[in-house]
């Protein structure tokens, strides 16, 4: 319920932005809270990530540690029951080879081909792919469907 007790004034406008080097009334005047020498207190001085202004920069002086799988990964190419379902006639198979004739993949794809569950699939196709998740396993032994790992 509103009352007077919980009204606000919705109209206030929000406070001003304090302005730099107006006199020593100001509070920011003479060096405008800059300091008096040295390169930060020019005016266009801005400072890079990780300056130290000469000294090594601490992230150059830090070890190289770890290892990251990144770059031994290959790429995976996934795609949904649906999708299939849509692409494919009966009779036909799935592959990555069919996948770029139907414009799917690009034409020099070295992607693993990987099958996931997502959607419902009617169609009788063959199914080769690198990968297969359980539900979709698990969907394709239901409706009958031949599929095998490359």
Do not use: H
């Not at 996934?78 to 692409?87: A, F, H, M, T, Y």
Request: with cysteine; aromatic share 6%; hydrophobic share 30%.
């Amino acid at each position: 319920m509103t009352s007077l007790s919980n009204l606000k004034d919705i109209n206030t406008r929000a406070k001003p932005k304090r302005r730099l080097g107006r006199g020593p009334g100001s509070k920011k005047g003479k060096t405008c809270a800059r300091g008096y020498n040295g390169y930060k207190s020019r005016s266009g001085s801005t400072k890079r990530y990780g300056d130290e202004g000469g000294q090594m920069r601490l992230y150059t002086k830090l070890p190289k540690k770890g290892f990251t799988r990144g770059k031994f990964l290959k790429p995976t190419l996934e795609i949904n029951l649906s999708k299939i379902n849509e692409l494919y006639k009966d009779g036909e198979t799935v592959s990555l080879a069919t996948l770029i004739e139907k414009k799917q993949a690009a034409k020099n794809s070295k992607a693993m081909l990987k099958i996931l569950a997502n959607g419902e699939i009617d169609k009788k196709v063959i199914i080769e792919a690198n990968g297969f998740s359980k539900g979709a396993i698990k969907k394709l032994e239901a409706k009958k469907i031949t599929f095998k790992k490359i």
